[in-house]
DNA sequence: CTGAAAGCGCTTACAG
DNA sequence: CTGAAAGCGCTTACAG
């Protein structure tokens, strides 16, 4: 039993205020021709009886559903990526709220089962727009939101195929950082352990390494796939030591692989900078708290969150579909890569 | 422009089987009345139309919403929280999924704006019940949900109220396991750096590790309050070692602490597990990266908000009110603690 | 400036 | 076994 009695609805409203449904509904959605007064006697009652619109009556009345929808399909999924889908979460929230947004989430397994996620969706019009992520190569989601008329952005893009809009994350500006800062440090054998290539963003980083290795004629360049798990950049690091001129210095896709190529490079006997310098592209509170801190990408992911949010809100108001592209990361110098002087 | 014409409405279904809305309707609820035959074709015309029912028009009939909602308060926000709440989500999902239940989310930065929140969904009736976490001591939540008739369970219990029924894992039994473990290997002067204790399941453990304390006589016990950053986690840890009798095993709530207490212990010279043994109360991916790997408390997260979903599902179907109990973490035994056989 | 009426797309007593 | 009608709680042309 809650203190509130019934709920009252609009009716009860204009009945207490003594004007016609129309008039209150006028009065509350601001159009004219309601005097200034009965305005505000509306929303005095409106307030006084504790009255909110049923969600459900006016999103079928035509309003918009106000809601946000995002799939996570777990498949190789990471603490690593957790984190970063928290902050993305978050950091759309803080647009998302301000415009009375709400964000419906759903885990799938496939992206087939996230298609059909979005067809749902769209059929009982839940949402008015879905964030993609983790976009791979061959993915079925941006056709199908096309086709189903869904408007949709793509966190961390481009589109290969330009179907959707999309705010991206200059991989190559952030993987040049990198490795010129490595140049600079002397590295002229360097080794890079990424995530799985099927990933476009993993795949568009291991492009730019490529190419950064080629450009300035380093003696090694090796990519090191991984599955993501520590157990996978464990194995890839014992292998690239065995290498005759193994890497000075080793950049890795996250920070769960630069703790485990740290940890292992420790088990072989390599001193870390000393020996090997260690570099993740994701920046978390675990590479400042070991020792030596780690050299890491940081990047504004909440930032991006709200990016992000906003260019879907931005498109549900009629705005072009257009790419847009965040800040590049900065490089956050640390003991993995350089000495603190004694 | 999509493929799609326009979206099919149950009165195209019941015209194009030849039958009232009210048998096409009363069809697809499975209500008894209607033959086998007008049962079939109807699923078959909603089949070839690609016909799905309006979510706001069912819920405007008195359906429920089929949402939970689950706000986070971002008070001292952690990579660590951040691990849980997605654990959490996932495993939530794996048991709403099948309910056909969809999960809203939002970010409050305090918990008045949290239960401004709950008032906002239950009035809009957006959701049918919420998730509650980390509750803390004085916390104006429970009071509230029930107040407002709002169907809830807390996810990590109890509540010292009783007003709102609870999932929780046993904080009690999982401090207990750690220091019998670190008992049986001689330690006699323990320190727990743990999180703010104004959260309840930090006020829980803090009290666990004082009584094991005084029950097994131990000759230091301290208790090291964090805000959870691996700064605070650092600070404590130097100043604990100063002490003349200083601690030979140092428990941590969560990973990130026991990360830093990692390091610092590193950079005044002691070793881990020699000098110090080290304990993390949250098992994550990093835990087994490092070398040596953390001893840590694992618990199935997915599997608890599972439970939790399970459970506030079982109340909106009419199920009393009742606490119910996790299994108790289990310890996994690794190299910080105890050093691998040579 | 305001009111009576229809409509959004379902569900569900109530008659037949 | 089936149909016509009312209702959920809003919004919005359309008359006055």
Redesign the interface.
């Known amino acids: ?4 009695g019934k ?1 009252p609805i609009l009716r009860d409203i204009a009945a207490r205020v003594g004007v016609s449904e129309t008039a209150a509904s006028f009065a509350l959605n601001g159009r004219p021709g309601i005097s200034d007064e009965t305005r505000r006697r509306v929303l005095e009652v409106v307030e006084e009886m ?8 006016r ?2 009345s035509g309003a918009r ?1 106000r ?1 946000i929808g995002m799939v ?1 399909t ?1 498949t190789a ?3 690593d990526s ?2 970063f ?3 993305l ?2 950091g759309m ?2 647009v998302l ?1 301000r415009a009375q947004y ?6 799938a397994e496939t992206p087939e089962e996230e298609v059909e996620v979005y067809r ?1 969706w769209q ?4 949402v008015d727009g879905v964030v993609l992520v983790d976009l791979r190569a061959d993915d079925p989601r941006p056709r199908a939101v ?4 869904l408007p949709a952005v793509l966190a961390g893009g481009p589109d290969p195929d330009a179907l959707v809009p999309s705010v991206s994350i200059d991989d190559t500006a952030a993987m040049t950082l990198v490795l010129d800062h490595v140049r600079e440090l002397g590295h002229r054998r360097v080794a890079y352990v990424c995530g799985p290539q099927d990933l476009l963003h993993v795949q568009r980083r291991v492009e730019a390494f490529d190419e950064a290795v080629r450009h300035h004629r380093l003696q090694q360049g090796s990519v090191l796939g991984t599955d993501f ?2 157990r996978s ?2 194995a890839a690091t014992r292998a690239v030591l065995d290498d005759p001129a193994p890497p000075t210095a080793i950049i890795c896709d996250n ?2 692989l630069a ?2 190529v ?3 490079l ?2 072989l006997g390599r001193s870390i900078p000393g020996d090997v310098a260690v570099i993740s592209c994701e920046d ?3 590479c ?4 030596p801190a780690l050299t890491a990408l940081h990047r504004d992911t909440p930032g991006f969150g709200a990016d992000v949010a906003a260019h879907l809100l931005g498109r549900l108001d009629g705005e072009a579909p257009a790419d847009s592209q965040e800040q590049t990361p900065e490089l956050v110098v640390r003991g993995s890569t350089v000495p603190a002087p004694a």
Do not use: C, H, N
Request: proline share 3%; aromatic share 4%.
């Open positions: 039993m809650g203190t509130t709920r504790g009255w909110r619109p049923s969600y459900a009556a999103v079928l559903s809601t996570l777990r999924a990471t603490a957790d984190l889908f928290m902050r979460m978050t929230q803080s709220r709400g964000l419906l989430i759903q885990v749902t059929a009982e019009r839940r096309v086709d189903l008329d798990t520590s950049a464990a920070e769960v703790v485990s740290v940890a292992t420790r088990a978390t509170p675990v400042t708290a070991m020792q």
